[in-house]
Structures are given as C-alpha cells and as structure tokens.
C-alpha cells in the first residue's frame, strides 16, 4: 500500500458552523479544498488506529466524489475500517445511530442538511464523535485550527470503490464495509415505537401524506411508513434521493413544504402530514387544518411521549435551544423534570443526553429528538406522533386544542432576512448589543421590556461557556423577541428574528399567528432598527 503525501496550503474560512463546514459546491471543488478540511479532522481526533470510522451523506451532487477521497484518506491515517452507506447515502440520525451501535471512532456526515443542492448549490462536511453527536466546540475548534497551519495530506493510491454494491472490500489494508442505509435505523424504530398499534391505525382508515423533499429521507419513509406500516403506496411523495433535490430547497417549513401545506389545508387532506429535509434530521408537522410549529411540537411529544414503548418510563428531563418557544418549559414543570436551555444546534444538546439529564430535545427550526441517538430525527418525530395518535385516538387538531387548554399557547413565529451584506448584519447586532442596557423599562406601544441580554450557555456537564448566543428582549407578560445570525448560511449573512408571545389556557388560544405577533413585530423592528440597517422592510422567509 503506498500512502501519498500531497503538499496543500491552507485555505481562509474553513470555520464549522452551528452544524459543521457548509460553502457553495464550487468552493468545495478547489483542489485540496475538502481534503484539508477532513485531514485536519483526522489530525486532530486520537485513537484512529484499526478504529471504524462511518461515513455517508444526504445523496446530494458532490457526495460520491467526496465519499471515495475520505475513503483513501481514512486509510492511509490509519483506520482500520469504514462502513458507509449504499449509495453514499446515511441520513443523519442513521449516521449517528450507526456510530453508536457498531462503536465507531466518529464519523463523516456530509451535507448541508436543508439548503439546496446541485453544482451551483451547497455542500457541506460535519465531523461527529464517538457518541454518535455533532462534534462539541472543542473539537470544531481545534479542527478550525488545524485547518490554518495544514500543509499536507494523506492517501493511500487506489481506485474508486462501488459504493452501489453492498458487501466488503479492502482498500488498501483498510475494510470498507457498504451497509443497506436503512435496515439498522428502522430496526431501531420499531425498539420505540409500537408499529403493531400504528398498523391497526392504519387499517383503519388512517391516512397520511410524507414529504420527503427529493432529500435522504425517501428510501426510509418508503421502507417504514409503507413496507412497515401499511401505509398506502405514494402516501412517500418525492421519495427519490435527487442530487439537486429537483432543483427545490429541501427545507421542511411553510415557505418550502408548501404543497405539503396546501393539501394539509385543503378538502383533500389525509389525516396527517409530515415532511423532513436534506439529511433528514428535521420534520415538519400537519394534521388536517392545524400546523404544529416545531415549538409546539417539542411540548407535544414531550407531553405524551410516555404512550410509546420507548418512553413508557417518563423523561429525565427536557432540553429546548434558546430561540425555541418556552412551551416546552411548561410541559417540564407539570411533568416535574426539568428544563435545560441551550444554544442553537445540537451539539449543545450532547452532554445533556449522555449525562442522562434530558431525555427529549428540540429547535423551533423544525428539529426534534431524543436519547435514541445524538443527532436531531425527522423520521423519529413523525412516527413518535403518529404513536401518540394511534394510542389517543383524537385529531392533531384536537390533540394541539386540548394541549393548549391545559398549558396555554406559545404563539410563535420566525422572520429571516437572508443574505443581508456581512458588515450591515454585524452593524445591526453591534448596535443592538450595545442598546442592550438601556432597555429594561423601555416601552413599545402596549409593551414594556422586563429584561434583555445577550445570551450565554455554560454547559452543567463539563463547565464549558460559550457567549454571544443571541440577543434576547423579553417583555413583561412573557412575550420575547430574540436576534441571532445564522451559523449555516453560505451567502452573507442571515438574520433570524424570534418571536414569541404566551397566552395563558385561560386566554385567547384560538387567534391567527400573524395577528397575535403583530405589536412584537412593530417593536422588533424600532429596537433592531432592521430596515435602518439593512435596508429591508419584510422578512424573506416567515416559518
Ligand atoms: C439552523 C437552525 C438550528 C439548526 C441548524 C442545523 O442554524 O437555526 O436550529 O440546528 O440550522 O440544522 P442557524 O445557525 O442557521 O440558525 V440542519 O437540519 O441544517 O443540520
Ligand atoms: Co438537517
């Protein structure tokens, strides 16, 4: 076996954001370019001899090429096995789930999860560690590190494997195993879930229509919902893996599942609706006539996840990102568990898990999970929903309406202002930083602010702090607004305002979202000076 040392130099940038290393495809195709990235991944994680190490992507347009590099790579760095999915295709959770069940070292999870793909588009790489998680910010900095002063790597000279072939083979001294992408997760499921009772849900006469958005999620939702479940053939829409999504933005929300939205909506709808995205680590979720904001979501599952096998003996506890709707907080406080806070993305959520102290997790940015692995799980979400129905016997509509009576509702929404120029975006967030003091007592029409900071996390498991997590006003009564900019985005900056606004079960739980959020809308806009500062007077996108 001949390893081949190949001179690089370093490039500007190569800086993991909130879910690892995302730039435009073009950018990923310089010379070296994806190779520093995963050689300073390899540099810097210890234990790589003889060590498996897992390796699959969301089928998007670049996958393959990268997915026979990293193989040449990982062994001439000394792994002594990769398993990686048919086709190059793992979504996420299954990554994670495949990292913890066969003891890999980590893994490598390519995609750039819900943003388009094709040659004009994104890509991304994501390094996860031997918990099956997001790799924790020590490693993603000592990775970033790395990435500056690199000035070499590794491979091995051999040819392509075929990644369509399922079995073993050797490439170099080194054992790539392609694994069927689905056979281990579904197994997983049915351990948590009771497909007997979905079944007879089925039966009869339940019905439901799934989104997989062109994305990774299509061989599972076919193998599970219909082959497993009993669901009726096409109830999978989009259910072919394409490399450019069909040219759609695999992003599961209002904007991009719209024809999802518009059935749910209509006189055609089935009984329920879900979709998930790029590397299906995310779900959206419908019934008829009644959207769940992931927020609501999160409170909801947590409040009936003991109806399924998996959670039968309650929760530890509950963890929501920052952002995400205080709904959840409540649901905790009934349950007696508690509720931890974290930043956006969800290797904050690692420690948490493997201490034991939360069992259930969410993003208001559509992601929710739990212990069953380290990652965020489209898949998951929807069939924990659809065991709450089968067992409950009630409507989503019905469900959310009787959820709301007893907590009270959280409306919620999210503005996003995408591609805003770089200096204008830190301009905003600097002056708003800077206001922060001041605001406390101020008043914006009916409004007045109790408190405002900028948020900072100090992980209860091992110390860690990580600062400048978004900005938060918070108003008396318990509306919020919070200011963040994206760690995903490719093209300049991404604005993410949050909204929220709590309703006590005694109140008006029966209003439009829009309506309901209008005075904080108003506020966030005088206390950000958005379009002052950008220029903008509407949000690109509303989820
Ligand atoms: C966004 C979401 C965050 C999520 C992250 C990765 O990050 O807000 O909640 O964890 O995407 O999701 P940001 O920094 O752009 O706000 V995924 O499905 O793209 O891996
Ligand atoms: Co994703």
Not at 278 to 299: E, K
Not at 311 to 339: F, H, N, Q, W
Request: net charge negative; proline share 5%.
């Amino acid at each position: 076996m001949t390893i081949r040392t190949v001179e690089t130099t370093p490039f500007e940038g190569q800086k993991p954001g909130t879910s690892g290393l995302r730039k435009k495809v073009k950018i990923f195709q310089q010379p070296n370019y994806s190779e520093n990235f995963i050689q300073s991944v390899f540099d810097v994680v210890e234990g790589k001899e003889g060590a498996l190490l897992v390796i699959g992507g969301d089928g998007r347009y670049h996958n393959r090429t990268v997915i026979q590099q990293a193989i040449r790579m990982a062994a001439a760095n000394g792994f002594g096995k990769v398993m990686v999915g048919q086709g190059g295709i793992l979504s996420t959770p299954a990554a994670s789930h495949l990292i913890r069940k066969y003891g890999a070292l980590g893994g490598l999870v390519l995609s750039a999860s819900h943003n388009p793909g094709g040659p004009d588009e994104d890509f991304g790489i994501k390094y996860n560690v031997a918990n099956g998680g997001p790799a924790p910010e020590k490693v993603t900095d000592a990775i970033f590190a790395r990435t500056q002063v690199i000035d070499r790597w590794l491979a091995i000279e051999a040819p392509d494997i075929d990644l369509d072939a399922p079995g073993t083979v050797m490439v170099g001294g080194m054992t790539v195993e392609v694994v069927d992408p689905v056979t281990d997760y579904a197994a997983l499921m049915e351990t948590l879930f009771d497909f007997e009772a979905i079944r007879a849900m089925v039966a009869g006469g339940f019905t439901m229509a799934f989104d997989a958005m062109s994305a990774v999620t299509g061989p599972y939702a076919t193998e599970i919902l219909e082959r497993r479940l009993g669901f009726a053939p096409g109830t999978v829409r989009n259910g072919v893996p394409l490399e450019d999504f069909g040219h759609h933005h695999p992003d599961p929300n209002l904007v991009h599942a719209r024809a999802l939205y518009d059935l749910m909506m209509s006189d055609a709808a089935p009984d329920f609706g879900a979709a998930s995205d790029g590397d299906g680590d995310r779900n959206l979720i419908i019934g008829r006539g009644r959207f769940i904001t992931p927020s609501d979501s999160l409170a909801m599952l947590a409040a009936n996840a003991h109806l399924a096998k998996g959670y039968a003996g309650g929760l530890k506890g509950i963890a929501r990102s920052m952002p995400t709707s205080a709904a959840a907080d409540r649901v905790a406080e009934a349950l007696g568990i508690p509720c931890h806070e974290t930043p956006t993305g969800w290797k904050f959520f690692g420690n948490l898990l493997d201490a034991g102290m939360a069992t259930i997790c969410g993003e208001e940015s559509a992601g929710t999970g739990s212990d069953h692995v380290r990652e965020k799980d489209g898949l998951w979400a929807v069939l924990l929903w659809l065991n709450i129905l089968a067992v409950r016997k009630i409507p989503v509509d019905a469900l959310a309406r009787d959820h709301w009576a007893r907590f009270g509702r959280n409306y919620y929404a999210r503005h996003d202002y995408e591609a805003i120029e770089t200096d204008r975006a830190d301009a905003l967030m600097a002056a708003l930083t800077a206001a922060l003091p001041a605001l406390p007592g101020a008043r914006f029409g009916a409004l007045t602010v109790a408190a405002a900071d900028s948020f900072s996390y100090v992980d209860p498991v091992d110390g860690s702090v990580s600062a400048n997590q978004g900005l938060r006003v918070m108003f008396e009564g318990g509306s919020r607004v919070v200011f963040r900019l994206s760690g995903t985005g490719t093209q300049g900056a991404t604005l993410r305002v949050y909204l929220e606004r709590y309703e006590p079960a005694d109140g008006a739980l029966d209003e439009e979202t829009p309506a309901m959020l209008a005075a904080l809308i108003a506020a966030a806009d005088v206390i950000a000076g958005i379009e002052r500062h950008t220029g903008r007077t509407a949000p690109d996108v509303v989820t």
